[in-house]
């Protein structure tokens, strides 16, 4: 596989362990990129840090502020920051299982494939696999990576597993707040129908390669005919570009009847970790 994994470690389920890699299972869509030109002079339109009343600032000499106060602030360096840094602890310990409809879709963040390390962990990770098929259940568990700590959700995907970091309680705008001011009134009976078969009328698979960005394309367009027209002008910029400053699987069904006789359990560990994901949105 050409793609480099964002992480590299273990799931634990139990005292079950299984080396995985994780890819991204998205990319940005296609867009279309514009800078900014000062038209008098054709010169792109650069940024520098100033300060008022001292001008512009060497970036050696920014640090991070916390605004505690109007006007007052706690200074950190990049140093101090990176230490709070969580390292990566290389394990996924699969610590609850959830129906797939007991998590709102609004707490889903960012996917990844899950793949097996090696042909020894494939054994494990097709049987962790079919068990969460077989069950209906997602996998929810903690995962440090790029210093950060996530809540993340696991469940089988075709030959592999997805991978989904989920968003935190406090991430997500209670739904009250906005429904509030509409009313309980009951739908008109007829009305109700007449939209219930229009929904049966276009029911159907979703297929996302049916869609494309329309506005990408408008854009496309609009720059096409720029150029084919007579007195185009376009701008050529001469200024320089200033540079900005082995696997470790243990014997499968031994384990597994350990992890059922010990009530399904793995060594208690310490977490600093925020509480389990919340339900569903109020």
């Known amino acids: 596989m050409a793609a ?23 990319k940005a869509g296609r867009s279309i990129a514009f800078h900014q030109i000062h038209e008098p002079s054709g010169q792109r339109v650069k940024y520098e840090k100033v300060v008022p009343g001292i001008g512009p600032v060497d970036r050696d000499e920014i640090l991070k502020g916390y605004e505690i106060e109007k006007g007052e602030y706690v200074l950190l360096d990049p140093e101090e920051i990176e230490k709070v840094k969580l390292e990566s602890r ?4 699969l610590t609850q299982f959830v129906d797939y409809s007991d998590i709102d879709p609004i707490y889903y963040d960012k996917p990844y494939y899950v793949v097996p390390a090696d ?12 068990a969460l098929r077989k069950a209906k259940k997602v996998g929810i568990g903690q995962l440090a990576m790029r210093g950060q700590e996530y809540v993340v959700s696991l469940k089988a995907c075709g030959r592999g597993m997805v991978l989904e970091t989920l968003r935190y309680a406090d991430e997500v705008n209670k739904a009250s707040s906005y429904f509030r001011d509409i009313s ?23 297929d996302a390669s049916e869609f494309e960005n329309r506005y990408i394309e408008a854009l496309k367009g609009l720059i ?59």
Do not use: C, H
Request: net charge positive; no cysteine; charged share 35%.
């Open 90 to 93: 290389k394990t996924l310990e």
């Open 4 to 26: 480099r994994p964002s992480w590299r470690g273990q799931i634990r389920l139990a005292l079950v362990s299984i080396p995985v890699e994780i890819y991204p299972a998205t």
């Open 119 to 130: 042909d020894l962990a494939e054994e494990a990770f097709v049987v962790v696999r079919e």
């Open 224 to 282: 096409a005919e720029k150029l084919k027209k007579k007195g185009k002008r376009v701008i050529q910029d001469d200024s320089p570009d200033t540079p900005p400053k082995g696997s470790n699987v243990i014997d499968l069904m031994a384990a597994l009847k350990k992890s059922i006789d010990s009530g399904g359990q793995a060594p208690a560990k310490k977490t600093a970790a925020k509480k389990s994901l919340a339900k569903k949105s109020a």
């Open 184 to 206: 309980d009134a009951k739908p008109d009976a007829d009305l109700l129908d007449l939209a219930s078969t229009l929904i049966e009328k276009k029911a159907s698979g979703f």
